[in-house]
């Protein structure tokens, strides 16, 4: 490859540097901030909670809060682990887990991979979410539940060849999609 | 970078690992990464085995953000009330004594407290500008004396005054604003301001108006509106916030088209390529004209200025995209496209023995490279593209 035929490209591991409103930051992170507390605390009511007290008490701290949206995230995310080894620190008091007295609340180490868990798959769940129905159906089918294309088709009731190019779509769809810099995409193509 | 940002950082570089569109030296830090612990690799396969994911993907599709956002709402951005109710005033009330004391008519709240816009004019791929700035394209600022100003590398958080016209550097967001000169300058002269391919700024007038100019655009206003009208001259696309005043109607002249208001939003799209002089209203009303037939329109209606001019309902949202940092297409063609494209990232675009057809709907980041831009309108329909330097050919896609 030439040097010119580079010139267009660009380094795109930079975030967004727009100020985001509060609704458009719990948007982008409510999901994902509850399933890193959920993976802690392994209750989905008590992650929610935790995660929007986290929120409201970012807002009225906002004026002493970094600002740019990094670093809002990363507040966030640093509030709801907090609350969450709390949650976990007060749940060893009251010896719920008395079989399991060797546990030990999460080291740096694993609390990162957690914050890394959460961050991917949100984006894989948003990939998925934008595709166009048509192979979001396929996609679901074919990588979540297992099926293999023949009984894709027949649920579906188109062919097998279809199914194929469908896949194929998605997967070159699902990729280009799953760039964080691109939050809307080609919802579909008509032909005209 | 922080500590904090590394998890950040590591989710990208896994994400684009997934798409495989990592870089050497990005794949290098990966590695790094994964070398560090043997969890750290066992993560990695966990995404790459979708089936196993999907218990993860069915949580986040059973939370209800939108619920959860009323209750949140309403014990923040709705419960504000008594703290924005105080503190407008006394910054007014500020601005107003600052005014009184300078003895001066610029609207000082601006510059002080800028509001908080819901959206930000600016939000573009820096790489791309910084490319096209060492082109032919500047920043420009012609004066009244036919003196031209170019305005290169203005940094950050600075502020630069020239005759008047204060330049700003905020963010990435570069805001003209204009001192109101009607009582040291009597006679009125003009200015030209001038936004390269792959820019967009924002003019705040002498009234208070409130102007983005898009990419490849100029605007020529006045240094002061002393007279019964205030009138300023458009090329290429702006969107207007207009402050009201009741005796002095606001006019714009873009190529064929002129739109005479008294207070309102609206969004005028002028470029010499495109055939129609298009303006959309978002609040209020104005008045349209050619020179020979003129229009009122509504809120939610598009003015298409040639010969006639033809009133339709449009989605707002679509035309003033732009000035979120958005692309949207909707049900457009291959033309319509590139010649957005052009304008912002500052390429050629032609087309092989015939353009490829079909229609594109959808929402894109200004910030996405072109080629991802491209590689995106490759998938979804049914075309290739070659890019050579500032060239993109697009041909139809061959047979088999």
């Not at chain 1, 079989?99 to 957690?114: A, H, K, M, V, Y």
């Not at chain 1, 192979?135 to 579906?156: D, H, P, V």
């Not at chain 2, 490849?216 to 090329?235: I, M």
């Not at chain 2, 072109?370 to 050919?393: A, F, P, T």
Request: net charge negative; hydrophobic share 40%.
């Amino acid at each position: 490859m030439s040097e010119n035929d580079n010139i267009l490209k660009q380094d795109s591991s930079i975030s967004f540097n727009q100020e985001l409103s509060l609704e458009q930051l719990f948007k982008e992170y409510y999901t994902r901030l509850v399933y890193f507390s959920f993976q802690l605390i392994k209750d989905k009511d008590a992650a929610e909670d935790i995660v929007q007290e986290a929120f409201i008490k970012y807002w009225h701290g906002r004026e002493d809060t970094e600002t740019g949206n990094q670093a809002i995230k990363s507040y966030l995310y640093s509030a709801v682990k907090n609350a969450s080894l709390n949650v976990l620190r007060h749940q060893k008091v009251e010896e719920k887990y008395k079989d399991t007295l060797e546990r030990t609340l999460p080291g740096e180490t694993s609390i990162l991979q957690l914050m890394i868990r959460a961050e991917v798959v949100s984006e894989l769940h948003r990939a998925i979410q934008t595709l166009p129905a048509g192979c979001q159906q396929i996609s679901r089918l074919g990588y979540l539940e297992g099926k293999n294309n023949q009984e894709i088709a027949e649920e579906l009731g188109i062919s097998v060849n279809t199914v194929k190019t469908q896949k194929q779509r998605s997967l070159q769809l699902l990729r280009l999609r799953l760039n964080p810099e691109i939050f809307g995409l080609f919802l579909g193509f008509l032909l005209g | 970078m922080a500590e904090n940002y590394i998890p950040f950082l590591i989710s990208e570089l896994i994400l684009k690992s997934l798409s495989q569109t990592l870089t050497p030296q990005e794949q290098e830090i990966l590695d790094n990464w994964l070398a560090t612990d043997a969890q750290n690799s066992e993560l990695l396969d966990l995404f790459r085995q979708e089936q196993r994911l999907e218990p993860e993907l069915t949580f986040f599709s059973s939370l209800n953000t939108e619920n959860a956002w009323q209750k949140i709402a309403a014990k923040t951005v709705n419960s504000a009330p008594p703290v924005s109710l105080w503190q407008k005033p006394l910054a007014w009330r500020f601005a107003a004594a600052v005014a009184l004391l300078m003895g001066i008519a610029i609207v000082f709240a601006l510059v002080k407290f800028p509001d908080k816009a819901p959206a930000i004019a600016v939000n573009k791929p820096k790489e791309v500008r910084k490319e096209v700035k060492t082109d032919i394209n500047q920043v420009k600022l012609s004066l009244a004396d036919g003196t031209e100003i170019l305005l290169n590398d203005i940094a950050d958080g600075t502020v630069q005054e020239i005759n008047g016209i204060k330049i700003e550097k905020k963010d990435g967001q570069v805001i003209f604003r204009v001192a109101d000169n009607t009582v040291s300058q009597p006679k009125v002269a003009y200015n030209i301001i001038t936004t390269p391919i792959g820019e967009q700024y924002q003019v705040v007038l002498p009234d208070g108006s409130k102007v983005w100019l898009n990419s490849a655009s100029a605007l020529r206003f006045p240094t002061a509106f002393p007279g019964h009208e205030r009138a300023v001259t458009l090329t290429g696309e702006g969107y207007f916030e207009i402050t009201k005043k009741k005796d002095q109607p606001f006019l714009v002249t873009a190529s064929n088209t002129t739109i005479e208001v008294l207070g309102t939003h609206f969004n005028l799209m002028a470029y010499p390529n495109e055939s129609a002089t298009k303006t959309t209203l978002l609040e209020g009303s104005v008045k349209v004209s050619n020179g020979k037939v003129s229009e009122f329109i509504k809120p939610g209606q598009q003015a298409n200025v040639t010969d006639a001019i033809k009133l339709s309902a449009v989605d707002v949202d679509e035309a003033i995209a732009w000035k979120n940092g958005l692309f949207h297409f909707n049900d457009a063609d291959l033309k319509t496209i590139a010649r957005q494209l052009e304008r912002w990232y500052n390429v050629d675009i032609s087309f092989g023995d015939e353009v490829p057809g079909g229609h594109f709907t959808g929402i894109i980041s200004r910030r996405t490279d072109i080629e991802q831009v491209l590689k995106m309108l490759q998938v979804s329909g049914n075309l290739d593209y070659k890019i050579k330097e500032r060239r993109v050919l697009i041909s139809a896609k061959k047979k088999g």
